[in-house]
């Protein structure tokens, strides 16, 4: 019971992120977003969902096998280092969607980019099946990374 209880936290804290992250950008993907120039690499609009949601989802099952590994110094900061680059990952849309501001946007994707790879580095210490479940949220936040930066030059 105790480990099931673990997985719906790992995973509930995960996507809480992601829906608060959501609630500033959902409503501004057809107004300011649409308006904006972008590069020509930006995926169409409808696979952001998705891909997020699988994203938050590893993000999820990353935190768990951490939280039922055994108590270490190195799980405390891996720990410390996944909150923080999730509460990055929701201060950027608040920022970049909820703000309209690219360029201070730009400035914590970058952040958030150095925090995912860190907490990468740390996971895989304790578990490294959990640092590698975050490869593709590290690759996906690089694409995002540039996208930010094609943003700001564009407009």
Same mark, same amino acid.
Request: proline share 3%; net charge positive; charged share 10%.
């Given at each position: @019971?105790?480990?099931?209880?673990?997985?719906?936290?790992?995973?509930?804290?995960?996507?809480?992120?992601?829906?608060?992250?959501?609630?500033?950008?959902?409503?501004?993907?057809?107004?300011?977003?649409?308006?904006?120039?972008?590069?020509?690499?930006?995926?169409?609009?409808?696979?952001?969902?998705?891909?997020? +949601?699988?994203?938050?989802?590893? @993000?999820?099952?990353?935190?768990?096998?951490?939280?039922?590994?055994?108590?270490?110094?190195?799980?405390?900061?891996?720990?410390?280092?996944?909150?923080?680059?999730?509460?990055?990952?929701?201060?950027?849309?608040?920022?970049?969607?909820?703000?309209? +501001?690219?360029?201070?946007?730009?400035?914590?994707?970058?952040?958030?980019?150095?925090?995912?790879? @860190?907490?990468?580095?740390?996971?895989?210490?304790?578990?490294?099946?959990?640092? +590698?479940?975050?490869?593709?949220?590290?690759?996906?936040?690089?694409?995002?990374?540039?996208?930010?930066?094609?943003?700001?030059?564009?407009?």
């Amino acid at each position: @019971m105790k480990r099931g209880l673990l997985f719906i936290y790992s995973l509930g804290i995960s996507f809480l992120a992601g829906g608060i992250g959501s609630i500033f950008t959902i409503s501004q993907i057809e107004n300011w977003y649409s308006a904006l120039d972008k590069p020509i690499f930006t995926p169409p609009n409808w696979v952001f969902g998705p891909v997020w +949601n699988i994203l938050y989802l590893l @993000m999820g099952i990353a935190l768990y096998l951490v939280i039922t590994s055994k108590k270490s110094k190195e799980r405390s900061l891996g720990f410390k280092l996944f909150y923080f680059q999730l509460i990055l990952n929701t201060l950027w849309s608040i920022i970049f969607f909820g703000l309209e +501001n690219t360029e201070l946007a730009l400035v914590v994707i970058l952040v958030l980019w150095g925090a995912i790879f @860190m907490t990468i580095k740390q996971f895989q210490i304790i578990n490294r099946t959990a640092g +590698n479940l975050l490869l593709p949220y590290i690759v996906w936040v690089t694409i995002a990374t540039l996208l930010n930066l094609g943003i700001v030059i564009l407009n």
